[in-house]
């Protein structure tokens, strides 16, 4: 059975840092992968997704994500935080039936 | 409203009622789908729904239940609410299937007293 892990719960970053969210999955052939971020009290935006081709994603937002076949890994990053990036964010596998697997998530906090 | 809606927004209810959260999107989406969301869990599948008159189980599906007779519609009853169903959920569709990108409603908070 497929998985998703996002090794850190709760990332802190001060305003105009860099930030990278970590992914790992398990799954036998290769994923669709996706991330989403949910602001406090909404559901949940796509920020961006991967099915093959270039293993750099760019996506909404100015973040962005690469694809690490060899690691197992989808990490997301951003130059540059702003604090209205402060949000949980969800990696997720797709499988079959369009069913989503999500990781735990983690909740991005972002100091002046 | 355009979109993916979802009612009640709260609900409290007591243990062993009936509830039935709705689900309604205006994209006649052929998927849809229940999450649940705990923390340190992220979101859960309960069920899902390919078409009108097509669902299967998630990871979570006991003690819900569902039916799809209008695509627009995607309702979820708990039978008989037990406290370890106090969560928020989550509808969501997508236009087909593998790959697609799954639009969220805002969400429905439940809890069970």
């Known amino acids: 059975a497929q998985s998703v892990t996002q090794p850190d719960i709760h990332i802190t970053v001060s305003e105009g840092a860099s930030l990278e969210l970590r992914c790992n999955y398990s799954y036998g052939a290769t994923p669709y992968l996706f991330w989403y971020v949910q602001s406090p009290g909404q559901g949940l935006q796509l920020l961006l997704k991967y099915f093959s081709g270039d293993t750099l994603v760019q996506g909404i937002k100015g973040f962005e994500a690469e694809f690490k076949r060899s690691q197992s890994s989808f990490n997301l990053r951003k130059p540059s935080v702003h604090w209205s990036d402060a949000a949980e964010y969800f990696c997720?596998?797709?499988?079959?039936?369009?069913?989503?697997?999500f990781g735990a998530g983690t909740q991005v906090v972002v100091t002046p | 409203d355009a979109g993916i809606t979802q009612s009640p927004r709260y609900k409290i209810t007591e243990t062993g009622r009936q509830v039935t959260l709705m689900c309604h999107q205006t994209w006649s989406h052929s998927y849809m789908f229940w999450y649940r969301q705990d923390l340190g869990h992220g979101l859960r599948l309960i069920y899902y729904?390919?078409?009108?008159?097509?669902?299967d189980k998630g990871e979570v599906p006991d003690g819900y239940v569902v039916s799809r007779s209008k695509t627009e519609n995607f309702p979820l009853t708990l039978e008989s609410a037990t406290r370890s169903q106090t969560s928020v959920y989550f509808c969501?569709?997508?236009?087909?299937?593998?790959?697609?990108?799954?639009?969220f409603g805002p969400g429905t908070r439940l809890t069970v007293t």
């Open positions: 997720a596998v797709g499988e079959g039936w369009g069913k989503l697997q």
């Open positions: 729904s390919a078409a009108a008159d097509i669902t």
């Open positions: 969501a569709s997508s236009e087909s299937g593998t790959g697609d990108e799954q639009y």
